[in-house]
């Protein structure tokens, strides 16, 4: 099968949406994203509708559980399922996230790295291993967290950007993350985002996320995208220009129908994103 690289606004490909996708995909939507962790392997129906979908609309692998920044050996067994998988459905781009996810078993959650030299080299190198395995390049997405780590010898951005650049690899942009962490820790998501390697960039993200009363944010994807979201994806777009930009739904699922509209947002943004005369530096 011949390999698609994404373009335009794309939705989660979610176990949850499959028998509303049986009557119909929203025209908004160009592409789908899963994780290969959940599908590869996947027998029966659900099989033949994955097919049915990759025969007719490209797919983007986002990665859960390889723990880039973790300190076990890189499960490159793993990484050789993930390239059969994307090679028998023609799946082009790969991402994962840029965090550790394990202690020696599944932690379930993504815990930030260090933003230390030493971390830098180690992470870089892993994903220099990852992107032999794969054969290709991959891009990294900065993590939403809820501590900031220990010992730091630069900023989280700055360390995202040396990691790229050591790596040789892209940057996969989640704006949801950007707003949370901002939120949450009190710093410019404007300011952070242009820290950043947009130039790299291969990917988007954006993504609703829920509010406690006390108003510490979690990035949950289990609602719709707020403004200031909408607002940070728009300036991103007069950075690299409007790349393939996913909408992440992964709890609190509401009508397809409602999805396509938020996906329909995205595609409008990245219209007039394609009219401006030229890019921000």
Do not use: K
């Amino acid at each position: 099968m011949s390999t698609r690289l994404p373009a335009g606004a794309g939705l989660g490909f979610r176990r949850e949406l499959l028998p509303a996708m049986e009557a119909g995909v929203p025209d908004s939507v160009a592409f789908f994203e899963l994780a290969p962790e959940n599908w590869a392997g996947t027998g029966g129906r659900q099989a033949r509708q994955l097919r049915a979908c990759t025969e007719r609309y490209p797919f983007v692998c986002h990665g859960l559980s390889l723990s880039l920044g973790g300190m076990r050996p890189l499960d490159t067994d793993l990484l050789q399922r993930i390239r059969r998988f994307m090679d028998s459905h023609g799946i082009a781009l790969y991402t994962e996230h840029l965090a550790w996810a394990d202690d020696g078993r599944p932690l379930y959650d993504l815990l930030p790295l260090p933003w230390t030299w030493e971390a830098v080299r180690w992470t870089a190198a892993r994903i220099r291993q990852a992107q032999d395995v794969l054969g290709m390049r991959i891009g990294i997405e900065n993590a939403s967290c809820y501590l900031v780590p220990p010992g730091a010898e630069m900023d989280e951005a700055g360390f995202i950007r040396a990691v790229i650049e050591e790596a040789d690899c892209l940057l996969h942009l989640d704006v949801n993350n950007i707003v949370v962490n901002s939120a949450n820790f009190g710093f410019d998501a404007l300011a952070f985002l242009r820290a950043l390697p947009l130039e790299r960039t291969c990917y988007i993200h954006v993504a609703g996320h829920h509010v406690e009363e006390d108003g510490w944010r979690l990035d949950t994807h289990g609602a719709p995208v707020i403004d200031p979201v909408w607002d940070l994806l728009a300036e991103a777009y007069r950075h690299c220009g409007p790349v393939p930009t996913c909408l992440e739904r992964d709890t609190e699922f509401p009508t397809l129908d409602e999805l396509g509209r938020e996906v329909a947002r995205i595609a409008t943004l990245q219209r007039a994103a394609a009219r401006l005369p030229e890019r921000v530096a």
